[in-house]
T-cell receptor
Framework: EADIYQTPRYLVIGTGKKITLECSQTMGHDKMYWYQQDPGMELHLIHY???????EKGDLSSESTVSRIRTEHFPLTLESARPSHTSQYLC????????????FGPGTRLLVL | KNQVEQSPQSLIILEGKNCTLQ??????????LRWYKQDTGRGPVSLTI?????NTKSNGRYTATLDADTKQSSLHITASQLSDSASYICVVSDRGSTLGRLYFGRGTQLTVWP
């Protein structure tokens, strides 16, 4: 089982709140990713990082931001949550290289009321 | 447009039976194809990976096939168990960028009944 952790696992908050979803991995992977997944739909890449101080936007436009101050930590922040942000957020990590397997965390299910 | 299509969308089978899930893709240039298993409330876990030159790969009761000419893959599950109930996601990677971008299918939701 992959050593990648996400907290919280479930979060219910009101509109306008600021939230941070945590993601940590202990595998020493340089590359990390955030995906958004709605029920029955494919995963969409919203952010990725090649390493410390590297962050890039993914394919799906997102109002969230990320930071990569430490190799093992890749938090995602929503400054002002809205109901449209309700979704499952999955963090992943991998070694460098286009063919490397991505290891996924258990996900955070977010509900914005 | 690079796409990954999976069928069926959902499938119900009885415990002990076999089943086959399909994946068609249009991703180019192709790097590799993976099948992931995603249990409810969990992140996806890689089952198999195949490159262009490989046409079959097994992992226990899971056997994946790849036809790179027709851009089709299948995942065959033998002697299904209740724990096989999950979503099975086909993921294709391209080699056109350093990121090795992944294209995800929507998954086949498999339910195994006792």
């Amino acid at each position: 089982e992959a050593d990648i952790y996400q907290t919280p696992r479930y979060l219910v908050i009101g509109t306008g709140k600021k939230i941070t979803l945590e993601c940590s991995q202990t595998m020493g992977h340089d590359k990390m990713y955030w995906y958004q997944q709605d029920p029955g739909m494919e995963l969409h890449l919203i952010h990725y990082s090649y390493g410390v101080n590297s962050t890039e936007k993914g394919d799906l436009s997102s109002e969230s931001t990320v930071s990569r101050i430490r190799t093992e930590h890749f938090p995602l922040t929503l400054e002002s949550a809205r109901p449209s942000h309700t979704s499952q957020y999955l963090c992943a990590s991998s070694l460098v290289g286009p063919g490397e397997t991505q290891y996924f965390g258990p996900g955070t299910r977010l509900l914005v009321l | 447009k690079n796409q990954v299509e999976q069928s069926p969308q959902s499938l119900i089978i009885l415990e002990g039976k076999n089943c086959t899930l399909q994946c068609n893709y249009t991703v180019s240039p192709f790097s590799n194809l993976r099948w992931y298993k995603q249990d409810t409330g969990r992140g996806p876990v890689s089952l198999t990976i195949m490159t262009f030159s490989e046409n079959t790969k097994s992992n226990g009761r899971y056997t994946a096939t790849l036809d790179a000419d027709t851009k089709q893959s299948s995942l065959h599950i033998t002697a299904s168990q209740l724990s096989d109930s999950a979503s099975y996601i086909c993921v294709v990677s391209d080699r056109g960028s350093t990121l090795g971008r992944l294209y995800f299918g929507r998954g086949t939701q498999l339910t195994v009944w006792p």
